[in-house]
């Protein structure tokens, strides 16, 4: 069983994350958050022995929306530290598709992202209609883009958007207007109270007693959450209510724990959180619990969720990955939420 935990998570943080729309093909995948914009992300050939590269295309829903693209040059492997040791502090690159020039490209030595123009954006859109090379270059050094996938999703997100057959679709264009594609959505707004300490609170031995037996989990969801070693951890969220923690599972590389609000006495009714989180601190006056686990070991992919306490309940406020595991960054290249959300406080 504790096996069946390990494959479980692996598959949570490798497969697509559960949104509005998520989906992979070849070197492409898209994810669509809860406002209902959608993030592209393409990349170089997998295992390919060129310099690894990245670009993220940016779709916010409505009509006449802009799409936004940037590329990223990936720097964890031997090869690329050699080479970006050679170059200046800000550089440049010359972006060329089917060896066609479409201008430069500027970066820092420190970031190795940059902006790419409207018209470099919307001449990467069009390439993909057809087979195409795409590379940013410089000097003896070039960058290749992969478009195998990227008509797929590229329609997916026509789909997905209401665009297909309208004049602003990605990839399946028409002569329809876009009056009826779809709308963004408003991203729900979560107030919450300030907290002033995340030390841990104590109860007496009698109540500990009876909260422990309260809290005890299936074992094949939380393998490690009944062992006699495991200890709860507490800490003040109100005048009445509490927060209780303890290890859940423990992988190769990532841990989780369980997480509930109770009562601060019997009954302490406790209502489960989260088992993938493994972190509760005070983040501007705000109790907040995240998780953060990696796709591999070297940690070149990360999946991450967040809750805050609304003075009632933990709610989650944000939700997403940093894309494949492609070597490009440590933690990963891009930002890509499944869901957002506003934060204020009462």
């Excluded at 470099?120 to 859109?125: K, N």
């Excluded at 057809?130 to 940013?136: D, E, G, P």
């Excluded at 109790?287 to 933990?314: A, L, M, P």
Aim: aromatic share 10%; glycine share 6%.
């Amino acid at each position: 069983m504790y096996m069946k935990k390990i494959i479980f998570m692996g598959l949570l943080i490798s497969t697509q994350l559960l949104t509005a729309l998520s989906f992979s093909h070849h070197d492409w995948e898209v994810t669509c958050d809860n406002s209902n914009t959608c993030r592209m992300v393409g990349y170089s050939e997998e295992d390919s022995k060129n310099l690894p590269v990245t670009v993220l295309l940016i779709s916010r829903a409505g009509p006449n929306q802009e799409v936004m693209g940037k590329v990223q040059l990936g720097y964890l492997g031997d090869k690329e530290s050699k080479v970006f040791a050679t170059f200046p502090k800000k550089f440049q690159l010359e972006m060329k598709i089917n060896n066609k020039s479409l201008g430069l490209v500027s970066m820092s030595k420190n970031e190795l992202i940059g902006s790419l123009s409207k018209k470099q954006t919307y001449a990467l859109l069009n390439a993909f209609k057809n087979k195409s090379t795409i590379v940013w270059k410089t000097g003896n050094y070039y960058w290749e883009l992969s478009d195998q996938g990227s008509s797929a999703v590229l329609l997916k997100v026509d789909e997905f958007q209401k665009r297909l057959g309208t004049t602003g679709a990605l990839y399946k264009k028409g002569t329809k207007s876009e009056q009826n594609v779809l709308r963004p959505k408003t991203v729900p707004t979560i107030y919450a109270p300030a907290l002033y300490s995340d030390k841990e609170v104590r109860i007496n031995s009698q109540q500990m007693k009876l909260l422990e037996k309260a809290l005890v989990l299936n074992e094949e969801e939380c393998f490690s959450a009944n062992a006699e070693d495991n200890e709860l951890s507490l800490y003040k969220l109100s005048s009445n209510k509490l927060l209780a923690t303890k290890v859940c599972w423990m992988a190769a590389y990532n841990t989780g724990s369980a997480y509930w609000v109770i009562n601060n006495k019997a009954p302490f009714a406790p209502k489960l959180i989260t088992t993938e989180s493994n972190a509760y601190s005070i983040e501007n006056k705000i109790g907040t619990i995240s998780g953060q686990h990696k796709g591999r070991g070297i940690g070149d992919c990360i999946s991450y969720e967040k809750f805050v306490w609304n003075g009632k309940k933990f709610q989650q406020t944000n939700k997403g990955s940093t894309g494949a595991c492609r070597l490009m960054a440590a933690g990963g290249a891009w930002n890509l939420p499944s869901f957002v959300s506003t934060i204020k406080r009462k």
